[in-house]
């Protein structure tokens, strides 16, 4: 009696296994490759860990620590990058309420050993003042988006 039980009980088990396996459609992505800057080995003023710009996303994500990230909206970018120089400009908006202020970042470099130069300036007065500066190493790169 306990075998018949056993093996009805394997047969219901192998009946309901093949049953239930239906194929399942999934929705297609929508993440696609993007262009990215990637900026890596940050070394000087206000140095964050990395810095990622999506031109074509108006974003850029600052990495505090491999870990801790921010993401902000960038406007007026510009690429005047040539075959042998990356220049590389945008502006971006912290803080909120009275206490919002205005930064333009500015990278440039040469795409033949990635090194380059950093420079942030405060933007927010009619003069824009230097506020840090420093060196890092830029790649172009992809990222799902």
Known sequence: MKKFINISSLLVFVLLALVSCE??????????????????????????????????QSLTIEFEKASALKSFAITDYQDVSTASDYDISYML?????????????VYTGTKEDSAGVYTIYDASETEKVQIATGTMKIFPDTRLY
Request: hydrophobic share 40%.
């Open 23 to 56: 194929e399942y459609e999934w929705n297609e992505s929508d993440l696609a490759e993007v262009p990215v800057y990637a900026l890596t080995n940050i070394e000087g003023e206000m140095a964050l860990h990395a810095i990622e710009v999506y031109p074509q």
């Open 93 to 105: 908006t912290k803080g909120e309420g009275e206490a919002i202020v205005f930064y333009e970042y």
